[in-house]
């Protein structure tokens, strides 16, 4: 079974700033996809930016960038220029590659809280 | 743009009660899901569903869990005897059938509360 882990439960950044938030995940597939999700205080899951593993190229979203190191199963999520509304909870989540009839669940990380410092 | 919606966004009940979740997925779209969040917890896949039926479910989704797309626009979560521990945010979401795409936008939630 694919786990997936963030191991900062809490991150904080000055407004403006750059942040990096870490998630590693552990899987014997090789097709696979990856999602970082916001969630904000309305409890809402937001989509943030999704990563295909056969693709070298890093995802990019405005601001919202990630590091796709599929060798070593990490996948961090840096924000640039970080703003207020940035503030919420950011789980990374895994999806297998195999479009299969019943195989298509995400499986979430814990979580990491984001607090922007004005 | 289109929106997963949920009602009601938030749910009380009595333990031992049914309760009947509901979810509008985007129009077009023919993957549904079901997961949910306890507090302060990581969200939990519950069920998926597609053509009319169950495709996959978790330990979780027991025989007090049940899924219904009742017509051609709603998609529903039944907990039939709510135990206090089924408090939680439970999320629907939906997925196009483009195979291409594999992103499951999901709904706003709704909150359970069972006491």
């Known amino acids: 079974a694919q786990t997936v882990t963030q191991s900062q439960p809490e991150m904080s950044v000055q407004e403006a700033e750059t942040v990096t938030l870490s998630c590693t995940y552990d899987t014997s597939e090789s097709d696979y996809y990856l999602f970082w999700y916001k969630q904000p205080p309305s409890r809402q899951m937001i989509l943030v930016i999704r990563?295909?593993?056969?693709?070298?190229q890093n995802a990019t979203e405005n601001r919202f960038s990630v590091n796709f190191q599929k060798a070593a199963k990490s996948f961090s999520l840096k924000i640039s220029d970080s703003q207020l509304g940035d503030a919420a909870m950011y789980f990374c989540?895994?999806?297998?590659?195999?479009?299969?009839?019943?195989?298509?669940?995400?499986?979430f990380g814990t979580g990491t809280r984001l607090t922007i410092i004005p | 743009e289109p929106e997963v919606t949920q009602t009601p966004s938030h749910q009380v009940t009595q333990m031992g009660q049914e309760v009947i979740l509901r979810c509008v997925p985007i129009s077009n779209h023919l993957y549904f899901y079901w997961y949910r969040q306890i507090l302060g917890q990581k969200v939990e896949f519950l069920v998926s569903?597609?053509?009319?039926?169950?495709?996959?479910k978790s330990e979780i989704f027991d025989d007090q869990f049940s899924v219904e797309r009742p017509d051609g626009s709603n998609f529903t979560l039944k907990i039939r005897s709510t135990k206090l521990e089924d408090s939680a945010m439970y999320f629907c979401?939906?997925?196009?059938?483009?195979?291409?795409?594999?992103?499951?936008?999901f709904g706003p939630g709704t909150r359970l509360t069972v006491l």
């Open positions: 569903f597609y053509n009319n039926e169950i495709s996959e």
């Open positions: 979401a939906s997925r196009s059938p483009t195979p291409s795409t594999d992103t499951q936008y």
């Open positions: 989540a895994y999806r297998s590659g195999q479009v299969n009839f019943g195989n298509e669940k995400l499986t």
């Open positions: 990563q295909e593993a056969y693709k070298q």
